[in-house]
């Protein structure tokens, strides 16, 4: 068994490596746009199936982001991409509890010895993807406050003049904050690429070593886990949007 911190690549493109996470995120991003046009050219007035659950899944986002912005007019403004985020990392997440993770695959010679290279991985558990979903959200903040109270306001969180109050404090507490902008896209990034790989490798180690009955209990924690850590990025990305939308006072 080969448990590998980085994605594997299942064939090349040219000198372009074609990983087994980038097949699985591509599946589900087009899964996620298939299914948008097919809801939105099959929309009705009375809700039913699968529209039904949509709605109800949209709604309950909706009324959360009101519960962070407390104003309708900035939630329906951030909440394109908070949900976006949140659907797509999830369906990312849940990847990890599919049959076949990390047991079907194709087996290729490295080293000397024969590997097996997994067809399914989850997205999340590619530092690439992480840290790619870390700068659209902290890239969005920058531009939705920049939009929203215009430049010179939301520059002025950052860069304050020590000749004004509260003086060189204000100056060295903009510059923090500043760092922190930075900050965002490792703690973003590595939080859920750590807490996914860590339930990856769980799950591939308890289906080697006892494949019947008892990864069940895992399965569901992954589950939970996959949902709450979406939930939490969707939601730090909600909060960042609003801190970024108000004046620095």
Known sequence: MNISIAA???????????????????CISLIIIVASYILKN??????RGFQNIVESVLEALLNLADSVTQDRKQSKK??????TIFIFVI????????????????HKMEEGKQVLVPFIRSGAADLNLTLALALVSVISAQVLGIAMIGFRKYAGKFFVSPLHKPYLVGT?????????EFAKLISFSFR???????????????LFL??????????????????????VFAMLTLVFFKMAATEAH
Do not use: C
């Open 8 to 26: 594997e690549p299942l064939f090349h493109i040219g000198s372009f490596p074609v990983t087994n996470t980038l097949v699985v995120t591509l």
């Open 42 to 47: 099959r929309i009705s007035l009375v809700p």
């Open 78 to 83: 951030f909440f394109p991409i908070v949900a």
């Open 91 to 106: 369906l990312t997440n849940w990847v990890e509890v599919v049959p076949g993770l990390g047991t079907i695959g194709i």
């Open 172 to 180: 060295f507490v903009g510059l923090l904050e500043l760092i922190s």
């Open 192 to 206: 859920l690429f750590g807490n996914i790989f860590a339930g990856e490798v769980l799950l591939t180690v308890m």
């Open 210 to 231: 006892v494949p019947y009955l008892i990864p069940l209990p895992f399965l569901f924690l992954e589950l939970f886990v996959g949902f709450v850590q979406a939930l």
